[in-house]
């Protein structure tokens, strides 16, 4: 599987975080189990049946590599807002500062860039080092999108509003016959929101999570989640029938084994543009590299 070129299933898994826990609930985004369901546009069987393609297509996308592609990631965070040109490729994504706090990097801050870039395209190691870490970090996403089936009920909750195509609204919260097995799955057990799913074409189009409880990893030695975390998640079609997340936005803390943090980040993706299938990172970094001069 092509985990660095698909960012249907394992998006922030490659952007690393705590434990690799964070980026972990971010795969809720992408299947989604068997449902209940109430009154509405859909029949109890229409609505069972939607969610099972959806789960199918979800987990297919999630097993394929798909087609590479270039976009711009705009990211905003209490210390920092960034924004970067990003390159999938075999070897891993490739990125390049642009933009700080929405102006221009300096000339001094452009040379940082092209030095840095210099260094990555001569040190396959640096690049192999980061494939490394993507590649695990979507092993423990994987590992949860797969435990999703048991993880929750859902309630079809009717048609939801949007602008064009038929959206279905559907409600989760945690099974109670769902025992996680692991710490990556941990977070299930805590976890109630709701999803949006494209009738049409069987897909996630949003996901808003909200953690109900403190969930502890490592008996609560090794860190904590708080009660009141939330993440919301988009996807779309960005053509061609790729369908890519385009928007996160999570707001949680935690404890870090004695360390407090809050993650508190919005995320939005966009100017997708497919690049060659097979693309080495050294081809992406001269990319990169050329359009600044």
């Known amino acids: 599987m092509g985990q660095s070129q698909n960012r249907t299933a394992v998006f922030s898994a490659a952007r690393g975080s705590v434990f690799g826990l964070i980026p972990v609930l971010f795969v809720l985004a992408v299947p989604f189990a068997s449902a209940q369901t109430a009154a509405g546009s859909l029949s109890p069987v229409e609505a069972q049946a939607l969610v099972d393609r959806s789960l199918a297509n979800e987990l297919r996308a999630a097993q394929d590599s798909g087609q590479p592609m270039r976009y711009t990631l705009h990211k905003i965070s209490p210390r920092l807002t960034s924004t970067k040109q990003i390159v999938e490729t075999k070897d891993g994504e490739v990125a390049r500062l642009t933009e700080v706090f929405d102006k221009p990097l300096s000339a001094a801050a452009e ?3 092209e030095t840095r870039l210099d260094t990555l395209a001569g040190n396959p190691g640096l690049q192999h080092h980061r494939k490394q870490s993507e590649d695990a970090d979507t092993a423990r996403a994987m590992k949860v999108l797969r435990a999703l089936p048991n993880a929750f009920v859902y309630q079809y909750a009717g048609p939801a509003d949007a602008h064009s195509g038929a959206i279905e609204k559907f409600t989760f919260k945690p099974n109670p016959n769902f025992s996680a097995a692991d710490l990556e799955t941990q977070a299930l057990t805590a976890m109630s929101g709701e ?14 999570g909200h ?4 969930v502890d990893f490592g008996w609560g030695i090794l860190g ?8 919301r998640i988009d996807q779309a079609d960005v053509g061609g029938g790729r369908w890519r997340i385009v ?12 360390k407090t943090r ?4 919005t995320e939005d993706e966009s ?23």
Do not use: C
């Open 111 to 113: 040379q940082q860039e």
């Open 195 to 208: 999803i949006l799913i494209d009738a049409a074409h069987a897909r996630v189009t949003r996901l808003e």
């Open 211 to 214: 953690l109900d409880q403190d």
């Open 224 to 231: 904590r989640l708080n009660k009141g975390g939330w993440i």
């Open 247 to 258: 928007h996160l936005r999570m707001a949680m803390s935690g404890r870090v084994v004695f």
């Open 262 to 265: 809050v993650f508190d980040t």
């Open 271 to 293: 100017g997708f543009t497919p690049v060659p299938l097979g693309m080495r990172y050294q081809q992406a970094v001269e990319m990169l590299r050329g359009e600044s001069k």
